[in-house]
Every structure is written in structure tokens, then in C-alpha cells.
């Protein structure tokens, strides 16, 4: 099986190649999406694992226990994977302008493309990582991570920009209110 930073990188420089042909502002407005989505999740993760509880003890899963890491994991995957979907389909939240032309215009394209695989590749390693690589088929494993791998953990984006660093509050908030003066700003 691939190492999972290998892995990791792949999808980062995919998620690269798509900014370099879709363009700075659309990939802009998909950067603002998935850090809103990452701080709902920072705020709502106790309210989805006890209403996973929850909802495991009303419909009486057996052996609910061992799998409430193995469920959670997958809501938190699946709402990064839906986020990303919708903010890349269709008719983007795009910010208003034009693109700049000619190499500076490519390399924002090209490096806010990264900055989006680092977000999404980077949240569905960290919610893996979170929940002790419970999706067993995929073949990665805390106790197999590599030196390597081991030190990308904590600079994974929900550990590293989900840190409190101002009046109690995780950088994703200040990064989603710029964001959003920025879009609004025009």
C-alpha cells in the first residue's frame, strides 16, 4: 500500500493542477468555503459524536462502542468530500475581477490550488488521523505512519489553523472573516 503522505502529496498536487486551469478567484471561493466548513466542524464535532451516539443506542447497533470512531470518521469525511464537491461543481462562489494575466495570474492559479488540496487532502487525513485510521480497507494505520508522515500530522489544517491563537478563538475564524471582508469588499 502507498504511504499515506504520498498519498497526501498526490492529491495536493491534483488539487494544483485544477488551480492552474480553473483560475485565482474561482479558487479563492472554494478556499473560503472549505475554511467556513472547517470551522463548523471544529465547532459542531462534540454535537456529531453524541448525536452518532445517540442515534446508535436508539436504533440498539450492536457492538455500537467500537464503531462510533469508524462512524464519526466517515460523517466528518463525508461532509469535507460533499464541501469540496459542491464548492468545485457548478457555478462557484468566484470572486468578482478578472484573473491577472500571464504568469502572475498562473502561479495564484497554481498555489491557491495547492492551498485547497492542503485543506481538503490535509482534513480527510486529520479526521483519519483523529479517529485512529478506523476505515481498516484503505490500509493506513497509526502505527505505520512513517517518520515522515508522523511529522505532517500536526501541520495537518484542522490541528494546525484549528489552534486557539487570539481571545480564545482557532485561526479558521479569523481566516473566514477575512475571507468574507474579501469577498465582500469586491
Known sequence: MTPIEVFF?????????VGLVRGFLRELGVTMVMVFVLFFLSLVDPVVTKGIERLLNLLSVEAGADKMPLYTCWVHLAVVMVAAFVSYEGETLAFAGSNPAGAPGTVLGLMLGLVNG???AGSLWYYMDKYNYPISWLGFATERLSPLASKIVPLLPSSFLGQEVFLGQSMLLYLSIILLVFRVIR
Do not use: T
Open 9 to 17: 502529496g498526490a492529491l495536493v498536487v491534483m488539487f494544483g493542477l
Open 118 to 120: 492542503y485543506l481538503i
